[in-house]
């Protein structure tokens, strides 16, 4: 399990499929964030097999802190208890733990913290993350590392990428161990590495380096989109990509906007992940295919057309832009859902066209164009 196949490559972009045991992968891919199994916004499995989603993400922190990855091994893995037959992938918690979790004290062992849920004491390092990623059973789980400042110092980011590179082995020992035993839900579990560095090439490069040797199943970018600017990320994109291994997927983590994602592309990614779809649609605001469109302004108020004249979306496909305002402004559920599987279905659509473009060695031409017509705004 976890064959790459590039198909072909267009300039650095690359069409190709990943085979798992839920499914095959076609990428590039965006893989929709479910946190805690659940896309916010009340949008169920069935509306994401209906929106064209691959994958579906969720948090091992999240879900350890509550319900319990125990609780969902019992139900017989994340797969079944949200009634997910795809391909999930699990984010390792060590995001969440360094942002989110209040107090923490970090070790070589791993990370003491408080639980942002109740304030309860809670331990976690590359085994512990390993052991809740194999209770829920996921797809792909992701290696525990910290993930620094993206403008940290040098003395702070060196010493945390070597540690990150030492909790890494130790991870990939224990998925080992974990996939061997008789009672492990799914013994085909793959292991994503987190290549780190904050914005210094050489220490970015030399870890890339160092990761790629350990030959696991796919390899990630982690620590980007946390307040360096585009032009920065894209130049470390640039800079680790080629000390990446080729035959490998690469998944740039927690990116981004459809711009973000049209340049990544360009620049050899494969994998993408963010909230930006919900949660924009959540506060009301849609992306179609002239930019972003803020549903709060007076103007829709009797606007009759559809979000995006020219999605093929459910809400799209149903609603008006007036009516979804409406609802938006009663504060009814309704709105979000509509706007979060509206938003949802233009990422998966937007990657679906990235494809066929790559397909047919036109991707330069398509991105310029995209880019073009989101820069411009709505007619």
Request: charge should be neutral; glycine fraction near 8%.
């Amino acid at each position: 399990m976890g064959k790459f196949t590039i198909l072909k490559t267009d300039g650095s972009a690359r069409l190709g499929e990943f085979e798992t045991v839920h499914g095959l992968i076609k990428t590039p891919v965006f893989m929709n964030v479910g946190t805690v199994g659940a896309i916010k916004g009340a949008v169920s499995t069935m509306d994401l097999k209906e929106i064209g989603t691959q994958v579906e993400l969720s948090n091992t922190y999240h879900l350890h802190v509550r319900t319990g990855d125990e609780l969902i091994k019992k139900m017989g893995g994340l797969h079944k208890f949200m009634n997910w037959d795809r391909p999930i992938l699990t984010d390792s918690g060590g995001f969440q733990v360094f942002s989110l979790a209040g107090l923490r004290k970090i070790k070589e062992e791993g990370v003491t913290f408080q639980s942002h849920i109740d304030g309860r004491r809670i331990f976690m390092g590359p085994e512990e993350s390993m052991q809740i990623q194999s209770n829920l059973a996921s797809t792909i789980a992701m290696a525990f590392d910290e993930c620094p400042p993206a403008l940290a110092d040098r003395s702070y980011v060196q010493p945390s990428v070597d540690r990150t590179y030492r909790w890494l082995v130790r991870c990939k020992k224990e998925m080992e161990r974990l996939n061997s035993l008789p009672d492990t839900i799914n013994p085909h579990q793959m292991l994503f590495g987190i290549n780190q560095g904050a914005i210094l090439p050489d220490i970015r490069i030399e870890h890339a380096k160092q990761i790629s040797e350990l030959d696991l199943d796919g390899y990630a970018i982690g620590g980007l989109a946390v307040g360096e600017t585009h032009e920065q990320m894209y130049q470390i994109i640039e800079a680790v990509e080629p000390y990446l291994p080729k035959e490998k997927p690469r998944y740039l983590m927690g990116v981004g906007t459809p711009a973000n994602i049209l340049e990544a592309v360009e620049r050899g990614v494969d994998f993408f992940d963010c909230v930006y779809p919900s949660r924009n649609g959540r506060h009301g605001h849609a992306y179609t295919s002239h930019g972003k469109m803020n549903l709060s302004n007076a103007k829709y108020q009797l606007d009759t057309r559809p979000l995006d004249e020219t999605c093929q979306c459910p809400t799209c496909r149903n609603y008006s832009r007036a009516y979804i305002r409406h609802l938006l402004k009663a504060n009814e559920m309704l709105g979000l859902r509509l706007m979060v599987t509206h938003n949802l279905y233009f990422y998966n659509h937007l990657m679906e066209e990235i494809r066929d473009a790559i397909a047919e060695g036109r991707f330069a031409a398509y991105k310029k164009e995209k880019l073009r017509m989101m820069e411009e705004g709505e007619g």
